[in-house]
């Protein structure tokens, strides 16, 4: 399932700058940046609990945000991407 993942990490702390590094590196992980706070993630629900998982224990609740949004397997009609940075397809071929 793709999974649309965005955050807002209040970084006017040192222990925020942290934060935000380790919530990017743990989406990172997991799926695409599509724009800095945006990551998409293709993700069986084992994987999808488990990274819910890292990010609400590495956020302070009471400063930073995330929200969730399941496209499910039928995401490729949901998604209509203009402007800047290419689209790409996380089930196609892979080029290193």
Not at 44 to 68: G, H, K, M, V, W
Request: proline share 4%; with cysteine.
């Amino acid at each position: 399932m793709m999974v649309l993942i965005t955050y807002d990490v209040d970084t006017t702390t040192s222990a925020g700058k942290k934060r935000l590094r380790q919530v990017a590196k743990h989406c990172v992980n997991h799926g695409q940046r599509v724009q800095y706070s945006v990551f998409e993630c293709l993700v069986d629900p084992a994987q999808f609990a488990n990274l819910r998982n890292l990010l609400e224990q590495t956020i302070d609740p009471e400063t930073d945000s995330l929200r969730y949004y399941q496209l499910g397997a039928n995401w490729k009609r949901r998604v209509i991407h203009i402007g800047a940075k290419a689209a790409y397809d996380p089930e196609g071929p892979m080029i290193i």
